[in-house]
């Protein structure tokens, strides 16, 4: 069984400009979590889509923005990018709800120059 | 809102002693707990989780956490640290019925001597 895949694994982007990365959960899962990992902030969720729906939302600025499809493939995207942005973007999909586990991609790595 | 403190930010061990590391959540009820590990340039693997009943809990590499509600505490365990669990450990809260957020504490990177 495949598990979460991520594209692309690395992205360099100049300040300004906007970015989308691409999260492909498990065969199955229906849940897709976001998640932003910097060494100051640590792991800070992001947004979570159910079934096309967004679910949950972190505290990020409306710049951060995703969506999910039906086939539950997800999309995020950052528009007007800052280098404070840079950091590493982990997906994760689940089954259903938080009962199920998680299971990670490994993620993409974001540079903003 | 719900917050996880994992007070030590480096753990060195050495390579067959035990492990202990240390998390404590805030949270108004009882919550969803979960401990994951992070290998350099990997995502997140789950080790254990809690949502209720038995407040021991057996994971997987034979890591073990305690749930005790009066400390607000879920600290993970090892009886015999192999070179190989050398990574990074966070601490994860979720919210009954909320989900799939996850709060993370800051996490603990744990060096193995040889």
């Known amino acids: 069984k495949a598990g979460v895949t991520q594209t692309p694994r690395y992205l360099i982007k100049t300040r300004g400009q906007q970015v989308t990365l691409s999260c492909s959960p498990i065969s199955g899962h229906r849940s897709v979590s976001w998640y932003q990992q910097t060494p100051g902030q640590g792991l800070q969720f992001l947004f979570e889509?159910?079934?096309?729906?967004?679910?949950n939302k972190g505290n990020f600025p409306g710049r951060f923005s995703g969506r999910q499809f039906s086939n539950s493939r997800s999309e995020m995207n950052v528009s007007t990018l800052e280098l404070g942005d840079s950091a590493l973007y982990l997906c994760?999909?689940?089954?259903?709800?938080?009962?199920?586990?998680?299971?990670f991609g490994p993620g993409t790595r974001l540079t903003v120059t | 809102a719900q917050s996880v403190t994992q007070p030590d930010i480096h753990i060195t061990v050495s390579e067959g002693a035990s492990l202990e590391l240390r998390c404590n959540y805030s949270?108004?009820?009882?919550?969803?707990l979960f401990w994951y590990v992070q290998s350099p340039g990997q995502g997140l693997q789950l080790l254990l989780k809690?949502?209720?009943?038995?407040?021991l809990v057996q994971g997987i590499k034979g890591f073990e956490a305690e749930f005790k509600r009066s400390q607000s505490s879920f600290n993970l365990r090892k009886p015999s640290v192999h070179w190989s669990d050398a990574a990074e450990y966070f601490c994860?809260?979720?919210?009954?019925?909320?989900?799939?957020?996850?709060?993370f504490g800051t996490g603990t990177q744990l060096k193995v001597e040889l």
């Open positions: 994860a809260v979720g919210a009954p019925g909320g989900g799939n957020k996850l709060t």
């Open positions: 994760a999909s689940s089954w259903l709800g938080t009962r199920d586990e998680q299971y």
């Open positions: 889509y159910f079934s096309e729906t967004q679910r």
């Open positions: 809690y949502f209720s009943g038995d407040t």
């Open positions: 949270y108004g009820a009882t919550p969803y």
